[in-house]
Every structure is written in C-alpha cells, then in structure tokens.
C-alpha cells in the first residue's frame, strides 16, 4: 500500500517567517500534486510536478519534486496571514484512477 | 460555471438511518469521485466513476453505495448509518480518469452519525 506521510502536521509562525513543509513515502509516484483546503471548502490544486528534480514556483511558493519521486516539499517565503490552510500532497500514477493524498499540514500564520 | 456541487452541506444522521449524498459538475467531466476525510487521515477513496457507466471501488467502500446518475451526476448512498461513518465527504471530478488531472472538488457535506 502506498502510503504519503507529511510533517509538520501542524505550524504556526508569525508573518513574514519562512516554513517548508515535507512530504515523503517509500514509494516512487508518476506524479505528485499539492492542494490548498480552507475551513469548510474542498481543497484547491497549487500545482503538478511530474519529473524528478523538478522544481515550480508559483509567487511566494516553491515546489520540489525528489529526485527519485518519493518526496516533496513546498517551502513559502515570507509567509502571509493569507496563506493559512491544511496543505496537502497527494500523489498518483500513471494509467492508475487512484490518488493517494497525505494527511495535511494546518499552517497558521499570525498577523 | 458552479463547478462541483454537493447537498446538503450537513446533515445529523441516527444509528441505521439511511441517506444519498448528492454531487453534480457542470465542466463536461468524464471521471467522478467520493472521498472521506477524518482528522488526521487525510483524504480516502471511497468510490470512483472513471466515465459514466461505469463504478469502481475505491480504498473504504464498506457500508457505501454508489449511482452515476448520468454524465453531471453522482450520488452516494449510506445504507445503514454507522457512527464509524461520521466524516466530511467530497466528491470531486476530472476531466479523464488519472492522477494527472486537476481534481476539482465541491465544498463537502459534514455528515453526523449519532
């Protein structure tokens, strides 16, 4: 069974701090994807890294795909009160229906 | 476009009640999902519909059933209520079966099972 483990599970830092945030499994995936979820809202895709090493920016975030796509990280600069949320990864393969989704992060940045 | 949507949004439900969670997208979307999410669990594959007419099994399929209505719609029904099944459900869609893709999801229905 593939399983994806995230940490921390949870974080809270003030505004203006830097985080990152990990993803990480025993198993290699074709594709990895992280998605945003506010409180009482389905979550909301950030972004797709397919290749290995890859890396993608998306304005204050950054993500990286593992070289041996086992792992993430997502890592924010200058964190906003704006950016708070449950995080979470979720990987897949290819030809395979079923995405497998990590437990989440809950980050809480403080004004 | 409303994208996803899911009713109700609550609903208490009693020990061996039964009740059909509805979801339907307005994207032109082949594959259709419902997911679980606990605390700490993140979310879980109860049920998918790679295209319509068809419906597979998902991770936690027990106690569930499914109905892909047409292409728009796809409900899930809870037999026999447990406790067990207390949990907030999303459904979700993509365009074609796969990881892929993009899931696009509704705003869930927090359901309690007494």
């Known amino acids: 069974t593939q399983l994806l483990e995230q940490s921390p599970q949870f974080l809270s830092i003030q505004e203006g701090e830097n985080l990152t945030v990990y993803c990480n499994s025993s198993?290699?995936?074709?594709?990895l994807q992280w998605y945003r979820q506010e409180p009482g809202e389905g979550p909301v895709l950030l972004v797709t890294v397919v290749t290995g090493g890859e890396v993608k920016k998306l304005k204050r975030l950054t993500f990286q795909f593992g070289d041996a796509r086992k792992d993430s990280s997502l890592h924010i600069t200058a964190a906003q009160p704006g950016d708070t949320g449950l995080y979470l990864c979720?990987?897949?393969?290819?030809?395979?229906?079923?995405?497998?989704f990590g437990a989440g992060t809950r980050l809480f940045v403080k004004a | 476009n409303a994208g996803v949507t899911q009713t109700p949004k609550f609903q208490v439900l009693k020990t061996g009640q039964s009740m059909t969670l509805q979801c339907a997208q307005d994207m032109n979307h082949n594959s259709m999902y419902w997911y679980r999410q606990d605390p700490g669990m993140g979310l879980r594959l109860i049920y998918y519909?790679?295209?319509?007419?068809?419906?597979d099994k998902g991770e936690v399929p027990n106690g569930y059933n499914v109905s892909r209505l047409n292409k728009r719609e796809f409900s899930l029904r809870l037999e026999s209520a447990a406790p067990s099944q207390t949990s907030v459900y999303f459904c979700?869609?993509?365009?074609?079966?796969?990881?892929?893709?993009?899931?696009?999801f509704g705003p869930g229905t927090r359901l309690t099972v007494l």
């Open positions: 198993s290699v995936f074709s594709s």
């Open positions: 979720a990987g897949s393969n290819t030809g395979g229906f079923k995405t497998i």
């Open positions: 519909s790679a295209s319509e007419g068809t419906t």
């Open positions: 979700a869609s993509t365009p074609l079966a796969g990881g892929l893709y993009t899931q696009y």
